[in-house]
C-alpha cells in the first residue's frame, strides 16, 4: 500500500502544473496549429493509451500515446504537445478513474514532459 503524498507534496504538484500551463499558454502563438494533424495525434493517443497492452513484468503497460506525444512536440510545438498528453490523461482517468493523487501527478508529468520535449527539439533545431 502507497501512501498518501502529503499537503507540501500536492501544493508542490499544483504549483508545477499551474506553471507548467502557463509556460505552455506562453509559448502557444509561437505554436504550428495543424489542426488535422492536431486531431489524428490526438485521437490516435486516446484510443492508445485506453486499449494499452500489459507487459509480464511487474505492473507495466505499453501504448503508443508517447509517439504521438512527443511528435506532436517535434511537428507541432509545445501547446499543441501538451494538449495531446493532458487529453490523454484525462481520457485514461475517464476510463479508469484511479486515485485523485495519482490523476495530479500524471498531470503534472503529462503537461512538463510534452513542453521540455518541445523546447528540446526546438533548442535542437536551432
Known amino acids: 500500500m502507497t501512501r498518501a503524498p502529503s499537503p507540501a507534496f500536492i501544493a508542490f504538484e499544483v504549483a508545477a502544473l499551474a506553471a507548467g500551463l502557463a509556460l505552455t ?24 493509451d485506453i486499449r494499452r497492452i500489459a507487459v509480464p513484468a511487474n505492473r507495466v503497460f505499453a501504448s503508443g500515446s508517447f509517439l ?8 507541432l ?41 518541445a523546447l528540446g527539439f526546438d533548442a535542437a533545431r536551432d
Open 25 to 48: 499558454a506562453a509559448l502557444s502563438p509561437g505554436s504550428d496549429w495543424d489542426l488535422p494533424l492536431l486531431a489524428m495525434l490526438f485521437v490516435f493517443a486516446v484510443v492508445s
Open 68 to 75: 504521438a506525444i512527443v511528435t506532436a512536440a517535434i511537428l
Open 77 to 117: 510545438g509545445a501547446a499543441p504537445a501538451v494538449i495531446v498528453g493532458l487529453g490523454t490523461i484525462v481520457a485514461s482517468w475517464l476510463v479508469e478513474r484511479y486515485s485523485a493523487p495519482s490523476l495530479l501527478i500524471n498531470l503534472v508529468v503529462y503537461t512538463w514532459f510534452p513542453l521540455l520535449a
